[in-house]
């Protein structure tokens, strides 16, 4: 008997650990990058700046002025940057 609870054991945990790396490759996927400036349509994008404003997915150092996409800092937004940020 001890044998097999010992292996139902292992088996419990290997399946803890499938789980916690297929969580942890879902966390891993790259985020949208917003749009420099809103497309004004009634109906929001995925990377609509505003909406991300309004969830709260626009990266860290960003806000929107405007329809206008700006850094908090007051310097030049640039696609290179954003990449860098989300």
Known sequence: M?????????AKV???????AAAAALAEKPRKLPKRECCESRTKCGRCPLRMLKEGTLPEGYTVK?????????GK????????VA
């Open 2 to 10: 001890g044998k097999s609870e010992s292996k139902k054991d292992r």
């Open 14 to 20: 290997k399946a803890k650990k499938a789980k916690a």
């Open 66 to 74: 405007k329809r206008k996409l700006v850094r908090v800092d007051g």
């Open 77 to 84: 937004v640039t696609k290179k940057d954003l990449s860098r």
